[in-house]
């Protein structure tokens, strides 16, 4: 009798023409050729059991293998593994899978013993094992039957399903066949019904044993077998235990109460207010930092379980009149919480938003109009009228005052509203200002005093001082630098202000910023001094470099007005003291007639950008050619005409000061160290560039040669410098102070005995056709000021700035992305501190570790990126969930400081562990909680809209009060709502189906929600002796 039958209930098994299975050969009643049918032919049914039992011998599950014996709690916290393949019958396919937890078989001494003692299949065992009722994670078989192991063969498709009762039967049967054939141990169970339903059916077989495993599903739960009572009479009645009295039959109990309403529990966090904005002030504290938290509660809900794991039939009443289950006295109470899925974080939404961008493709002017910057060129060259009064009016050189922001960025503003309405612009002016002005802090007039070292970039905070030192593993930017911030004012920018729109306009602001500041020899801040960090992300590279060009220029401008206001002033005490004219100051008026005309400085850069023999402007070389003319005029005097001659022919020039005790090894004079041009400083795009370039020469003498002169171009500038300060020196002075390491000097014996110290330049130095060698005959003696430059700072700044023009949005984001990633990372960590959870931990590590390798690259992959950016979003997920239980459980309220912690290890368990235990159950502490959390729900339920503002319960003091005690001060039942579910599992042992039949074990799991009803039953019997 099966399962359905025992409980009186109808077989819930219809017919289903979709998926019929093709059980005979199709034939042809019209054919009228003879034919003889070859009966020892295997049929499609012999087929698909013998592929049943093909795989099982693959996955070798012949015969009985005994494992470990299962600890308590294994089946949840062990590991699971599984593997599949496909059979069919006919043609219809089926899928079957292996489930197994991952143990260690039993040695064979250990195997032995196990096989004399007992020689149940392991399902057999598993199925009267107490120590893993109730798994909270696990198969739902798992959780009925308590397996370690089986196997399941279900439809391959999703839609098929088998309905009919006779397929049923007809796969019950092929299991059957291929478990006796095979002698395997294992369960193997049949999927049938839909597969929402979770309908299964099976059996286990061993050595005369058999296990048959039965199950029934309704929609509601039939009164005769609501309560404990009920079921009972069925398992007992399934069973049909011949003995007197009947075994007693084992009782585990699990009642699941579920909080869903958070009413008197408000979630604490409200998303900020951005669009409050009050000048500086308000824009730096937002648009400096990343929000953070969930503007949602991240817990849907909370699921208490209050569990009775061992009780027998007479110990416990539960009828349909009467029950002695309540919560309050249940031995063990778990708890675990539903997560809310995907809860809206202000982290991850500023994320997700601006990584969006990266996939866009409009361009500045397509979002924004006309481009600004062509606009103004265009109106620039229309106006020639005054072309001529601008070449020939004379104008001194003027350096501008840095003034307010409305100054600094005024005519950067003039060129977009030109053409665009104020109304019409993504960004309003206030909020513009407010970014401009956390931007660009040099801007304020009263703080530029203050703040002009700061930008220079000296004095830069990063948070490596702290240990963090992300930037150069992310490659992005120092968290204090210009780029760093513009990251985060994009950021916020398309979140709030406008979109992808708003970024265009605040990107197009900050070029124009960028040529103002070029323009006007302003530094950026904001910005380290010196070359580009190749560490950093390209885009600070590139601003590093315009800081750079606008170092060199501002230098070189005030050079210019410097020299020019000292050969002004000596020429007009050369004229007070009537001497007479010295080819010394021929060269100083040939040098004032060179820098009379020069232009102004608003217009320095324009007039030498269009040449190439441009020449580097030293700012110490005027004091060092004014000391210098003074010497030569005192040598000049003394010497002869012949001399006179020789020494204006070789005059030194360019000198920065004496080098030691160091001597030219010819003339005996002092050896100075010449004013050198610094190499150019390059990014990491002009490199590869110049990489390329070399590459492509080949690897011919005649490239090679070519590749070294082109490499050599800082080294021949360094050795005309030398000569220019060293008249009469040689290429051994020059490798003493250039490279000291070539030049050897060892103790050696000459041919009369005595010991000599030999001075030579290295073997190297020595080869043929070496480049030095090259290098040194070819250069003149000219002074760094008078030679090309090895860095055109004009044409780099005007590449820089293009670059920056053509920039699209999502090629802006692409670079900003590592900054942005960065400060979320920094954020998460800085969040996480204050709340300690470990498993947050390990995610930043994971994190750092990913990212690190994946932004190293100039084009990281976007679905890798996408997925850091998933795992942030977690990281930030997991903290609102930790201090969304942290108020709810009023941590901060407890006075107690063992109570304290005990709630913190509670809940930080909660976030780790699919369940946690309640320490004391419902009379501790935490479990006083929880009654209270339900209670106050259940009260909000059933009350009125008066009786809903009543109080929690609390004593007068506002400490909560135990349930216990609420109960005897109250003298009622407990107040806590109807479980949403019970679960019961009946065990026994008895004889079956003889009274002399062995005696194995029997099992019946039910569980009842509102609209769910199902029994799982396992019931054994003895095929030897029945």
């Known amino acids: 009798m099966s399962l359905h039958q025992e409980a009186g209930l109808r077989p819930q098994c219809t017919a289903n023409k979709q998926t019929d299975f093709k059980m005979a050969a199709d034939s042809d009643p019209e054919s009228e050729v003879f034919e003889i049918t070859d009966f020892t032919t295997a049929s499609e049914w012999e087929r698909f059991v013998s592929k049943i039992e093909e795989v099982l011998n693959n996955w070798k599950l012949i015969g009985s293998t005994a494992k470990i014996p299962l600890e308590k709690g294994e089946l949840t916290s062990g590991v699971w593994e599984e593997k599949s393949d496909e059979i069919s019958f ?526 580097f402007e030293c700012l110490s070389d005027t004091e060092e050619l004014k000391d210098s003319e003074m010497k030569e005029g005192t040598a000049k005097g003394e010497g002869k005409d012949g001399g006179k001659k020789e020494t204006q022919k070789w005059r030194p020039e360019g000198r920065l000061h004496q080098h030691g005790k160091l001597t030219l090894l010819r003339t005996g004079d002092p050896l100075y160290i010449p004013v050198t041009q610094e190499p150019a400083p390059m990014t990491e795009d002009l490199l590869e560039e110049q990489s390329e370039v070399l590459a492509k020469l080949g690897t011919s003498a005649e490239g090679a040669h070519l590749r070294a002169r082109m490499q050599s171009a800082c080294l021949l500038s360094d050795m005309e410098s030398f000569k220019a300060a060293n008249p009469g020196c040689c290429l051994e002075d020059f490798v003493r102070w250039y490279s000291p390491r070539d030049y050897i000097e060892e103790e050696v014996t000459d041919e009369a005995g005595d010991k000599v110290i030999r001075k030579e330049l290295s073997a190297r130095m020595k080869i043929p056709g070496n480049m030095w060698v090259e290098a040194w005959e070819t250069a003149k003696p000219i002074p760094a000021r008078r030679q090309r430059r090895l860095f055109d700072d004009t044409r780099e700044a005007e590449k820089v700035l293009h670059y920056l023009v053509g920039l699209k949005p999502a090629d802006l984001t692409r670079h900003l992305l590592p900054c942005i990633l960065h400060a979320a990372l920094l954020k998460v960590k800085e969040e996480e501190s204050i709340e300690d959870i470990p498993s947050v931990r390990k995610i930043i590590q994971h994190i750092i570790t990913h990212a690190s390798k994946l932004l190293r690259y100039s084009n990281p992959d976007i679905k890798k990126l996408e997925e850091i950016i998933n795992q942030i979003i977690a990281s930030e997920a997991i903290i609102a969930r930790s201090r969304s239980l942290q108020a709810k459980f009023g941590i901060k309220k407890c006075e107690k400081e063992e109570e304290r912690e005990e709630l913190e290890r509670f809940v930080s368990s909660l976030l780790e562990e699919p369940e946690v235990p309640v320490i004391g159950a419902g009379r501790g502490p935490t479990g006083s909680i929880i009654y209270k959390l339900f209670v106050n729900a259940q009260r909000l339920a059933e009350s009125t809209e008066e009786a809903a503002t009543l109080t929690p319960i609390e004593d007068e003091s506002g400490k909560p009060v135990s349930s216990d005690e609420h109960r005897s001060s109250s003298g009622a039942l407990s107040e806590f709502p109807p479980p949403t579910g019970r679960e019961i599992i009946l065990r026994t042992t008895v004889p079956r189906p003889a009274p002399y039949s062995k005696s194995l074990p029997q099992r019946m799991y039910c569980v009842m929600l509102k609209d769910d009803f199902r029994l799982a039953g396992a019931f054994s019997s003895d095929t030897s002796f029945f």
């Open 90 to 615: 006919a043609d219809y396919k089926f899928s079957i899978t292996h489930h197994y937890l991952k143990q260690e078989a039993l040695t064979d001494k250990e195997f032995k013993v196990e096989s004399e003692e007992d020689a149940l299949p392991e399902a057999m065992q598993d199925l009267l094992s107490m120590n893993n009722d109730f798994p909270p994670r696990a198969h739902c078989l798992v959780r009925w039957y308590g397996l370690r192991e089986f196997v399941v063969i279900s439809p391959a498709a999703s839609s098929d399903a088998v309905i009919s009762e006779s397929k049923c039967n007809i796969l019950l049967s092929s299991i059957s066949i291929a478990l006796g054939n095979t002698g395997c141990q294992v369960t193997l169970f049949v999927q049938i019904q839909q597969k929402s339903r979770r309908m299964y059916v099976g059996a286990c077989e061993g050595p005369g044993v058999r296990t048959d495993f039965e199950m029934i599903h309704l929609r509601k739960v039939p009164n005769q077998y609501n309560h404990l009572s009920g079921l009972l009479d069925i398992f007992k009645s399934k069973i049909g235990c011949p003995l007197t009295p009947l075994p007693p039959i084992s009782v585990a109990i699990r009642f699941t109460y579920v909080l869903q309403d958070w009413q008197q529990y408000s979630w604490p966090q409200q998303p900020p207010d951005f669009d409050a904005l009050v000048g500086g002030e308000v824009g730096g504290l937002e648009f400096g930092k990343l929000p953070f938290g969930a503007c949602e509660d991240p817990i849907s809900e909370l699921h208490l379980a209050t569990t009775w794991p061992h009780l027998t039939e007479g110990i416990i009443v539960d009828n349909d009149v009467y029950s002695d289950l309540d919560a309050l006295q249940a031995p063990q109470w778990s708890v675990r919480v539903r997560k809310a899925d995907n809860p809206q974080c202000l982290l991850g939404d500023f994320l997700t938003e601006f990584f969006k961008l990266c996939r866009r493709k409009e361009s500045t002017d397509e979002l924004l109009g006309r481009s600004a910057f062509e606009d103004e060129s265009k109106a620039e060259n229309a106006d020639i009228s005054q072309a001529l009064q601008k070449l020939t009016e004379p104008t001194a050189v003027h350096m501008p005052r840095l003034s307010t922001m409305s100054n600094m960025v005024h005519s950067a503003r003039k060129r977009i509203h030109r053409h665009r309405r104020v109304e019409e612009s993504p960004i309003s002016n206030e909020v513009l200002n407010s970014i401009l002005l956390f931007l660009f802090p040099d801007a304020v007039a009263d703080a530029f005093n203050a703040k002009r070292s700061a930008s220079r970039g000296s004095n830069i905070a990063t948070f490596e001082e702290e240990g963090y030192s992300l930037y150069s593993q992310f490659k992005s930017a120092p968290s204090d630098s210009l780029t760093y911030k513009l990251a985060l004012c994009l950021c916020m920018v398309n979140f709030y202000h406008g979109g992808m729109r708003g970024v265009a306009h605040l990107w197009q602001e900050f070029v124009l910023e960028m040529r103002y500041r070029l323009e006007n020899n302003y530094l950026v801040p904001g910005l380290a001094t010196g070359p580009p960090d190749l560490k950093c992300c390209l885009l600070h590279q590139k601003l590093q470099m315009l800081n750079c060009c606008i170092e060199r220029k501002k230098a070189r401008d005030d050079g210019r007005k410097q020299a020019t206001e000292n050969a002004l002033g000596g020429s007009m005490e050369r004229k007070a003291s009537n001497s007479k004219g010295t080819p010394e100051c021929s060269d100083n008026k040939e040098f004032v007639k060179e820098n009379k005309g020069e232009p102004s400085q608003q217009k320095s850069w324009e007039s030498w950008s269009d040449s190439e023999d441009e020449f």
